[in-house]
């Protein structure tokens, strides 16, 4: 489907800004402690990448795989989590970087289990704020950029695992939707 069939959200440029001023925002915060970023596979991991190369301290990286979206345009309200972590976490400082918070479901549930694991502390990371269909009261520590609605893809978002690798933000319209299925 070509990329004019989406409406334009953020550019790469405003994309690439944004994450410089993020990461050193970051690396101020974490400067003197030790730091674990855990990036939320599939969705974060462009941002994640453009962020911690964008930062000036050292992190241990590592992925988890959580869903609520299968194969849909909205959540299935059930968080499935996949993966373990490989890296060691308790008494550490973790960073959860997310690419887009939607409902809050999926968040909340991954802050519980990586706390459970006695780490230091837990913050979270968000590409994307998107608050319309928000179901809890849960806001980010680092947000990137906040949006009002629509459905978004590009840099690492999807829709039924596709337009990832597009390198700007997009929102598809409820026709784009349609001709997808």
């Not at 050193?24 to 941002?47: H, N």
């Not at 809890?136 to 999807?158: H, P, Q, R």
């Amino acid at each position: 489907m070509p990329v004019s069939e989406f409406s334009p959200v953020l550019s790469e440029e405003e994309i690439r800004k944004r994450v410089v001023d993020l990461a050193t925002q970051i690396s101020l915060d974490y400067r003197d402690e030790p730091l674990v970023v855990i990036g939320v596979l599939k969705g974060a991991f462009i941002f994640m990448a453009d962020l911690v190369r964008q930062m000036n301290i050292p992190v241990e990286i590592d992925f988890i795989r959580a869903s609520s979206y299968g194969q849909s345009d909205t959540s299935s309200g059930e968080v499935l989590l996949a993966d373990e972590l490989h890296t060691e976490i308790a008494g550490k400082h973790v960073l959860i970087v997310e690419d887009i918070l939607d409902t809050g479901r999926t968040i909340e549930r991954l802050i519980s289990c990586i706390e459970a694991r006695g780490t230091k502390s837990v913050r979270v990371c968000a590409c994307v704020d998107k608050k319309e269909r928000r179901e809890t009261n849960f806001n980010a520590d680092y947000i990137c950029f906040s949006v009002e609605k629509g459905f978004l893809v590009g840099y690492g978002l999807d829709y039924a695992e596709k337009y990832r690798y597009l390198p700007a933000i997009y929102a598809l319209t409820n026709s784009t939707i349609e001709e997808s299925k």
